[in-house]
């Protein structure tokens, strides 16, 4: 990953603790301490400013509960296969703008969920690179082209998604933050096939891109000539080419139609989250690993234009 996440140290807490607190307190009259020592230790070393804003791409299965047991038995092991063959296919297909990362990097920034769960990654076209081919795989299993017979046991499988970009920091082998929390409130508020995203997101798009309208028409140049890119990126990637952003815009291939709406604001808990619905229409060929000559084109939406129900 370019941009290293914060790691809060457990350890180096109760350092602190024991130094500036006590563990237990048993006095006959409770006295509220005067906590300014702790409190100015502790924020020096959190330091909100240096933890990391990244991108936070959320995947959920609608209506997990519905499926009968061995379904719902099978379905963390189809998420996991379909999410093993999307990182492999990102490295592979979009090697410039995936150079920073290596499959464990792409393991090990994931929180699963089981029937999904959170990947985060550096910035939002990071993520929607990510659930775009995440997307076409998953229509190649519904379609019967990737592991039939398993498709044929289990059933169609739906996902929805959401794109987040905020403060994310490590703790304890795991990660947590503001990225992840309003991700997960915007999915709670999705009942449907939906890609959501929230101000933050969507404003990296219009400073980036000048809006989302513009990823049909954005070749991998353009990509090239993003701020973040063109800064930390190296251009020997660009000679191996890309499988969405080609060298001249056709709208033939790669993302053929790119729509955002604005939702407005929702509500969870004593939070309001300013959310946009991002519908795109891609179209990849999906390739055999083992035969690269058998493949098919593929066209998939990601997200739906339905802004009901929200």
């Not at 237990?24 to 400013?49: C, G, M, R, W």
């Not at 090239?224 to 000679?239: G, P, T």
């Not at 084109?297 to 234009?305: F, K, M, P, R």
Request: glycine share 4%; hydrophobic share 35%; aromatic share 12%.
């Amino acid at each position: 990953m370019l941009k290293p996440i914060k790691r809060i140290d457990h350890s180096y807490i109760e350092e602190l603790l024991s130094k500036y607190d006590k563990r237990v307190v048993f006095e006959k009259t409770n006295i509220v301490p005067d906590a300014t020592d702790l409190h100015q230790k502790i924020s020096q070393y959190v330091d909100i400013e240096s933890i990391s804003i990244k991108s936070v791409l959320g995947i959920d299965m609608v209506q997990y509960s519905t499926y009968g047991n061995c379904e719902q038995t099978l379905l963390p092991f189809l998420f996991k296969t379909i999410f093993d063959k999307t990182i492999r296919h990102c490295i592979k297909y979009h090697p410039y703008i995936f150079q920073k990362y290596t499959e464990e990097d792409l393991q090990s920034n994931f929180v699963s969920t089981g029937d999904g769960g959170f990947l985060i990654l550096d910035n939002p076209l990071h993520s929607l690179i990510f659930a775009a081919n995440f997307a076409v795989i998953l229509r190649a299993y519904n379609s019967y082209h990737f592991y039939p017979k398993l498709r044929d046991i289990v059933g169609q499988v739906v996902m929805r998604y959401a794109m987040t970009y905020d403060k994310i920091y490590a703790y304890n082998n795991n990660y947590f933050g503001k990225g992840i929390i309003n991700n997960s409130r915007i999915m709670s508020k999705d009942n449907l096939n939906r890609c959501l995203i929230d101000e933050n997101t969507h404003n990296w798009f219009i400073t980036n891109m000048d809006g989302e309208e513009n990823l049909q028409i954005f070749t991998l140049d353009d990509v090239s000539n993003i701020y973040e890119f063109a800064q930390n990126y190296s251009i020997e990637y660009l000679k191996e080419g890309d499988e969405i952003f080609e060298e001249s815009y056709s709208r033939k291939y790669g993302i053929i139609n790119s729509d955002i709406l604005q939702f407005g604001t929702i509500q969870s808990k004593q939070t309001r989250i300013s959310i946009y619905n991002l519908h795109i229409q891609i179209t990849l060929r999906l390739r055999d690993d083992e035969d690269p000559d058998k493949n098919r084109l593929i066209t998939v939406s990601l997200g739906n234009l339905n802004t009901t129900g929200i």
